[in-house]
């Protein structure tokens, strides 16, 4: 049970590039989240899913794009890589039903640079 | 104003010390209340959970919640320099976890 894991674990991309961070989880979740975080601004959320082909933006969506095709995997796309999305990106999940606690699971996340 | 407000710190502390962490929040509705750790380069873990008001205990680790105050913290009894690391405060009501920005916590031996 590899819990979330997420590829690559750095990058460096000049502007104007696109690329995808992966994200996988193999504990059946059905809620996943994109989040980045930035030096003393703790965890925004950019993207999140309910389920496969349910995505919604979260509260810094610009600049990004996901899509949720099958339970395990979600992606995250950055097209026209700008300064700005300089960061440190985090995949979550969590199971939401029943009396669970919709704990959150973090990956161990992917730092890139945007020059 | 934020929703969650957590001092950033650094907090630095010897060995053995009682740590206290705190966050403050505004939003009433918030009624899941977390602490997250985080090791440098690392992603966060959930540490604490607890529901609505009062306290709960796990092994050196106590968070308490005060719905009235709207305050929460995390107590850390005999700290050790394992124990270094940010702690995230982070709470919800029925929709989506809203993250304070971590307090940088240093255990010195």
């Known amino acids: 049970n590899a819990g979330v894991t997420q590829t690559p674990k750095f990058r460096i991309l000049k502007i104007g590039q696109s690329m995808t961070l992966q994200c996988t989880q193999d504990?059946?979740?059905?809620?996943m989240y994109w989040y980045r975080q930035d030096p003393g601004m703790g965890l925004k959320l950019i993207y999140y899913s309910v389920g496969a082909g349910i995505t919604d933006k979260g509260e810094v969506p610009n600049g990004y794009n996901v899509s949720r095709s099958t339970t395990e995997d979600f992606p995250l796309r950055l097209e026209l890589a700008a300064p700005s999305q300089t960061s440190v990106y985090f995949c979550a999940s969590s199971y939401r039903g029943g009396a669970k606690t919709d704990t959150q699971y973090f990956g161990p996340g992917t730092r890139l640079t945007v020059l | 104003q934020k929703e969650v407000e957590q001092d950033p710190g650094p907090l630095s502390v010897p060995e053995g010390a009682i740590v206290s962490l705190n966050c403050t929040y505004s939003n009433s509705a918030f009624q899941y209340f977390m602490w997250y750790r985080q090791y440098s380069r690392k992603g966060p873990e959930l540490l604490m959970y607890t529901y609505s008001s009062g306290n709960k205990e796990d092994g050196r680790f106590t968070a308490q919640v005060d719905k009235s105050s709207k305050y929460i913290s995390l107590f850390i009894r005999d700290s050790q320099p394992s124990d270094s690391a940010t702690y995230l405060c982070a709470m919800k009501g029925t929709d989506k976890l809203i993250f304070g920005t971590g307090t940088r916590l240093q255990v010195f031996p």
């Open positions: 504990m059946n979740h059905n809620y």
